[in-house]
Every structure is written in C-alpha cells, then in structure tokens.
C-alpha cells in the first residue's frame, strides 16, 4: 500500500506560483509512476502532468512551460512547480501513482492522495 499526501495548495493571485508537494509513505516511489491531476467544480478531474519512475515527464498543453513536475526519489516526495498562475487553474490538485509509467487516464492509477485546493484571483 501507498499513502500519498499533498500539500502546498493555497491561494494566489494572478501570476502568482505554488509549489505543490506529495509525500508518499509505505512505499518507496521509485518504482513508481507518478501523476498529478486537478478538478475544478463541475468539471471532470484532467491531468496536469506526470513522470516516469526514470524521469520521463510530460504535460497537458495548458500546464506546458508554466508547470514543472519533478521527483526526488530520496524523499519519497514528487512536486509540481506552478508558475504564472490564472484563475482557470483554480482547482483541487490530487496526485497519484501507478507502476514504473504514468498515465494520461486517472481510472489507471492505484494510489491517490486526498487533494489540495489552488485558488488563484483575478
């Protein structure tokens, strides 16, 4: 079993950045690929980005150069770099991890953590 916990949400005002954390416990993460996820009210839960047990990263087209996601495998821990913030990505942020890949569909993660909200102003 893998317990995730985020942490790091706030909010922000336009232009701002966050720096997102999941912590995870039980398990190491290194073998693990790893997601971040969001869902604003009354819209379905998209991925933001995600990151290969080796690496590999990749992001949607809204999070592409104002998002990072990075892994410290040492820590147990992998981040998302939030910059340049908007009030469209005002949502709550989940992680989530799944064996070796991450993946682009949330139904194929095993582990969730419970959430942190991002509210960005205008």
């Known amino acids: 079993q893998v317990q995730l916990v985020e942490s790091g949400g706030g909010l922000v005002q336009t232009g701002g950045s966050l720096r997102l954390s999941c912590a995870a416990s039980?398990?190491?993460?290194?073998?693990?690929?790893m997601g971040w996820f969001r869902q604003a009210p009354g819209k379905e839960r998209e991925f933001v980005a995600g990151?290969?047990?080796?690496?590999?990263?990749a992001y949607s087209d809204f999070a592409k150069g104002r998002f990072t996601i990075s892994r410290n495998n040492y820590e147990n821990t992998v981040t998302l770099q939030m910059n340049s913030l908007k009030p469209e990505d005002t949502a709550v942020y989940s992680c989530?991890?799944?064996?070796?890949?991450?993946?682009?569909?949330?139904?194929?993660?095993?582990?969730w953590g419970q959430g942190t909200q991002v509210t960005v102003s205008s």
């Open positions: 990151i290969t047990w080796t690496g590999s990263t």
């Open positions: 039980g398990r190491t993460l290194s073998t693990y690929g």
């Open positions: 989530a991890a799944r064996r070796l890949a991450f993946s682009f569909t949330s139904s194929d993660y095993y582990y």
